[in-house]
């Protein structure tokens, strides 16, 4: 990976409940030399962004979580704060890609 194609220091909240995935994507994030923090709970990471308004950059979520799924947490962002957010999942229904599209506030990979 060359890190002179990522901008260094992004301060980015990353939320997904399955631990091998967040423990990937913080890896991966990290040689980018982005700081990161993580939680497995899209409840707790609203609270993080509440709580600490201006500490991230970038939210990167997972879609489909037990306590609230990412479009919801996508919506609260979107609402609430100015903050560019990434979504994840695994399950490939285009069904999701437009549900995203059509909130026009997330890019779905």
């Avoid at 301060?11 to 967040?22: F, G, K, S």
């Avoid at 709970?41 to 979520?61: G, H, P, T, W, Y």
């Avoid at 979580?65 to 609402?79: C, I, Q, S, W």
């Amino acid at each position: 990976m060359n890190r002179d194609q990522f901008p260094v220091g992004m301060r980015v909240l990353a939320v997904d409940d399955d631990p091998t995935c967040l423990l990937l994507l913080e890896t991966l994030l990290r040689r980018c030399q982005y700081h990161v923090t993580t939680t497995n709970q899209a409840v707790k990471a609203l609270d993080l962004l509440r709580e600490n308004k201006n500490m991230f950059d970038l939210v990167i979520s997972d879609v489909h979580m037990p306590d609230m799924d990412g479009f919801k947490l996508l919506e609260h962002v979107g609402l609430e704060m100015d903050l560019p957010v990434i979504m994840l999942s695994a399950n490939g229904n285009p069904k999701l890609v437009i549900k995203g599209i059509t909130m026009e506030l997330a890019i779905i990979y």
